[in-house]
């Protein structure tokens, strides 16, 4: 009966014990939040891989036939179709995003007046016509046909009828005036202008003072065709070198976003400053022309006019309050297959291929992705730039990244990258999973070092990154103005085949669906090869546990400009008791606070970490380019507030406000405070952004 | 058999059920990650009521006779004993912080030179001298012979010898000026001025124009003594009230941190500007002097000093990288026993008890709490804006709030309160919860509310919360600099009984402890409900799992501010063809969305959230404040960025720049463009912190 007793008991306990462990074991998933397992989820590789095989070359071709059937230019007829695409794609059901809408701003551009054209005409003393100038260029296809093709003319010059004798400028360089008016007496002339060298406006804003009324610019064979000129067998359509009457658009401004509303979105009763009071535009009557062509000019209408940005978002499932953001500009000067209609093409093509994965169930990114399609930009980022005024605050809360991919393809050799030094890693990872166009078994990566690179002391020989120093594009006002880290890629060049400045049909008639299925990018491939590693990068920022931004990468770039500031200018400023300790000392918290950033995140299981703990290095990690924002630092530069990144025209690798308060100081010798406030300038932010990737209090 | 079978199957069958739910309910806790339940945690009110029956007053009282032995003017010996004061305590084993350290920076003071002191003389047209005011304020107790005790001077005076003929200018503001100047030849004169109705630098600046030479500064009995002017019997050492030979010190600077590095934190290589490029301080020497003397003056030197601010940590468990900040200066003109010894007696109280909870391992908040004693506040604000220039972009991104309590007991009648709106509904719980001194069963709420009361749509009859549109203490680089949400409390007069404009004896050498203890708060029991009311304040914004700010609050002062604007404003504007309607959007936008996100909060189970939802909504009301930064929209106004809070002069309760700019237009038909452009930046703004509020994109 004991035996009994024990055996029933012994068996009981067993399975009291089974039970237990079933208890334990088997359900015990069920016991935590739902959530614990999303919060910890990383990028999934196998999506990726998804991806890229869902990434088509065809559709891009076809996006890009649907984009440039008509001319585009900012808020024609053309552009309001472009909306009604980008909205429709969008919206649709069943590869659209979660949400898409237009955002309209009222901007003051301007056009050429089609009833009183631009004239420039060669005349005799005796005002006998002795030439006229085309007013529009011959054509080719029928893409140059269209009415709706803008006459060549520089937006934002003053109206004006200039007659006067002719001077060669050379590129309308300070330099270039400087060294005529040793010579020629320049009261009067007309100076005629090429492209390249100086900015467009600042052509004539550097010619005004010497008492030039009018300038033209043309776009010199040598700098655009290799030297080419002739449409009979040489340019287009026989080949993408420029025909001898094309002629490069183009905005002459030297600031962006709308011009009437600085830094305020330009909404329908906004305060606008007197159109007097606009700086930064040519003083003096400016026309481009082709090469074929010489010269007199000019009657350009300015304008108040609705301009749009299309909007689209997939919503994040774990941190919608995060946002990668995606852009690019859907205005052209004329049919703009190039400009900007090869990007806007990649990015249907991205957005089709992730809103049907949203779709159908079978993804939806950790932190939400928001698309721009930016209205505007060839009048100065227009678009873009009115976006990041009206949502200045949450944009710079809340932004991990931006990516700007606008012409996507310039020429099919090799990728181009430029961004800040903390995204390099990611896309090289990125560029890595891709195969590169028309190559076997190479993968972009390997093709781009070939072209393209440097020894990094950390990192060994990798691919060139370059630095988004200038406003070329939409992501001028997130780089300088918000100061969120961004990106900018391309397909480019084989630069040991060609000399042209830029793909030759830039800002031109010739800018077709014909010419870039043609000779850009036969077959889209190169297309296909940027959506896949533009859109690999996104699925990374979007989705992994960690934001992929590195820290040490960007030391390593303070590093090299504080090396060569040294260099340059340590000796001079010691002469003037002025230190560049404080400097170096920024420089190595910098480095120290990123090293210990990197290890904490080596040595963490972050998929076991609190979610606050990931998302306070994620967060240190997304507004470290914050840090280095000052707005009172460059007064003179409009939006410019990075202070690592600003535009410089002293031309060093070094921090751009060093660099000219210096180049001015050589000149003018009471200028060497502004040397040293930019000094501590540079090292407060410096020591700020550090202590942002520190721990401490 | 069967049945033995059948009971033995049924019996297993229930022990394998009870170890199933054994094993489920009795372990599964464990089995969710050990920080599901520290994320989730709010604040514990026993831990609240455990603070509040530990804050001791004869404590307060004892760190308030240690911190006033000696005077403590800015950077002085005196200065230094102070700092080892709160340094020994907040890095006692026992009753610290987590950490405690000094933080120097190297300013630029002003100070009487003890060499020279300064003389006022009265002369007679032959030079003969009538009558010499005198160099110090006479002596009641041993603290007025301390030779550290600064000898009565206008800091950032410039020096000079000026002689004239002393006209009565009532307070020096435009309007006494302009008035004098109708019937009196200003130039050469010395004007003789009481403090108030302008700022003290503003009587100098004011007074400049007409060709004032010199002005003196007196404290009239009417506006500090209810009249009462005899120390036989009247004032100190028999009351509050001032002697007839106390002279109220001060810093006549405008602007604060120090002035020879704007925006920049003055380590000693930084760049400091050229010291006659200081702007906003007096043009012309200013003297201060007591009610009984009549007059000459002046030479002061002008230092480079190192001034310390001390910082405290307590480290946060769950979020370490939010911040609620706690601060007041140390530094006095003299003794300084009210001013600010009695709220660093407070905060001192303050860290003993929480210092001890924290290493006694019974308490560590959820959020990171800094403690900060400013230097050289008295000097214009100096320790705590070179810490916030130091630290900005860190503070900016992480700071949750900011509480001040400089003077903490003005009187013993009634709490005072200023904050943004959002922080109302946070001061009101705490006031609630905390006895009034003196009184029985009466909360320091149901006394605040009989003293100083309004009507809130929402909210009914509540205690009036004032605004911090100022620079009168620490709060002011926090707020308008920084944007961060902050507060300022203290307890107050009965206004019935006296019509003193501040305390007797402010900033003058009977600033003492045997004054304090007399006359201010015997006993130390408002000290100790100061202590306990921003104590409670400051746990519950470190400890609640939801931040504790309401934006619907803040959404209703932007109405009440709206309303005014358009009864003050609207028709004027349109006949201008200025319209109202984007601000109205604005607000109205502001107010969806304040509705919308606390109704969110409201119909949310936070604790059961995942951690990242809480911590969006958190975000949202921490970064509300910064919303409303533009760096741009007052370049006149040092570091005002705050376009709801920054100073105005023209009186009015609503937005300042708006009410500035239509002020101005008004006398000057050419600023209307200013108006419109104030608009369009408050309408900006306001969509902005809207947009932070909303969960779109």
Not at 274 to 296: K, L, S, V
Not at 498 to 517: C, G, K, V
Not at 525 to 536: D, L
Not at 578 to 591: D, G, H, N
């Amino acid at each position: 009966m004991i035996k009994q007793v024990l055996i029933g008991v012994l068996c009981g306990a067993a399975v009291l014990t089974a039970g237990i462990l079933i208890g334990h074991f088997g359900i015990t998933m069920s016991s935590a939040p739902s959530w614990v397992k999303d919060v910890a989820k990383d990028v999934d590789e196998s999506l990726i891989e998804k991806f890229l095989s869902e990434v088509d070359n065809i559709q891009i071709q076809e996006n890009l036939r649907s984009l440039t059937k008509v001319p585009h230019m900012a808020t024609t007829a053309g552009d309001e179709q472009t909306v009604q695409l980008m909205l429709k794609r969008w919206q649709d059901p069943e590869t659209g995003l979660d949400q898409a809408w237009r955002e309209e701003f009222m901007v003051y551009l301007s056009f050429p007046d089609p009833k009183k054209p631009n004239k420039v005409t060669v005349v005799s003393p005796s005002d006998e016509v002795l030439y006229t100038a085309r007013e529009k260029e011959k054509t080719y296809t029928s893409d140059q046909d269209d009415p709706e093709v803008v006459q060549p003319y520089a937006a934002y010059s003053p109206a004006g009828h200039p007659k006067g004798k002719l001077v060669y400028a050379n590129q309308g360089k300070p330099s270039d005036y400087q060294l005529l008016n040793n010579t020629v007496d320049l009261r009067g002339t007309i100076a005629i202008t090429r492209y390249g060298g100086a900015g467009r406006g600042a052509k004539a804003i550097n010619a005004a003072p010497y008492g030039v009324i009018g300038v033209l610019v043309y776009t010199d064979p040598l700098d655009i065709n290799d030297g080419l000129m002739s449409d009979i067998n040489e340019t287009y359509p026989h080949s993408w070198y420029m025909p001898p009457s094309g002629v490069e658009r183009g905005s002459f401004n030297g600031q962006f976003g709308d011009m009437l509303t600085p830094y305020l979105a330009a909404k329908e009763e906004t305060y606008r400053i007197p159109a007097e009071n606009i700086t930064g535009i040519p003083p003096i009557p400016i026309q481009p022309i082709g090469f074929e062509d010489a010269y007199r000019l000019i009657c350009p209408k300015w304008l108040d006019k609705n301009s749009s940005n299309v909007m689209g978002v997939i919503k994040g499932s774990v941190e919608p309050d995060r946002y990668v953001i995606y852009g690019n500009h859907r205005d052209s000067w004329v049919h703009g297959a190039i400009d900007p209609s090869s990007g806007t093409s990649v990015m249907l093509e991205l957005t089709r291929v992730l809103g049907k994965m949203v779709k159908q169930g079978k993804w939806r990114p950790r932190r939400s992705i928001i698309f721009g399609s930016w209205g505007a930009e060839e009048f100065g980022l227009i678009g873009s730039a009115e976006y990041t005024e009206q949502y200045f605050t949450k944009l710079s809360e809340r932004t991990v990244a931006y990516i700007n991919v606008d012409i996507a393809v310039f020429a099919n050799a090799t990728l181009r990258a430029s961004g800040m030094p903390s995204l390099q890693k990611i896309i090289f990872k990125a560029a890595k999973q891709v195969d590169a166009p028309g190559l076997d078994s190479t993968s972009v990566y390997d093709n781009w070092i070939q072209y393209s690179n440097r020894t990094s002391q950390a990192n060994g020989l990798i691919p060139n990154v370059g630095y988004l120093s200038g406003a070329g594009s939409d992501y001028a006002a997130f780089v300088h103005y918000l100061g969120i880290t961004s990106m900018d890629i391309s397909y480019t060049y084989d630069r040991s085949k060609t000399n042209a400045r830029i793909y030759p049909a830039y800002h031109t008639a010739y800018d077709t669906f014909d010419y870039a299925s043609k000779f850009i990018d036969p077959g889209f491939v190169s297309h296909q090869a940027i959506a896949r590693t533009a859109g690999n990068v996104l699925i990374r920022l979007a989705d992994s546990l960690l934001v992929p931004l590195n820290c040490s990468d960007y030391a390593e770039t303070l590093e090299d400009y504080l090396n060569t500031a040294v260099t340059l200018y340590q000796h001079q400023l010691q002469e003037r008791n002025i230190s560049m300790e404080p400097l170096k000392r920024a420089v190595a918290s910098f480095r120290s606070a990123a090293t210990h950033l990197d290890q904490v995140i080596r040595s963490s299981d972050l998929a076991n970490e609190t979610p606050l703990t990931v998302r306070r290095i994620n967060d240190q990690l997304m507004l470290l380019d914050r840090a280095f924002l000052d707005p009172l630092a460059f007064p003179d530069k409009y939006a410019y507030r990075h202070v690592i990144w600003a535009s410089s025209s002293a031309g060093k690798p070094t921090f751009p406000g060093l660099a000219d308060a210096f180049a001015n100081a050589e000149s003018q010798s009471s200028a060497w405070d502004k040397v040293h406030y930019h000094l501590s300038v540079l090292s407060q932010a410096i020591e700020g952004a550090a202590h942002t990737l520190a721990d401490e209090h």
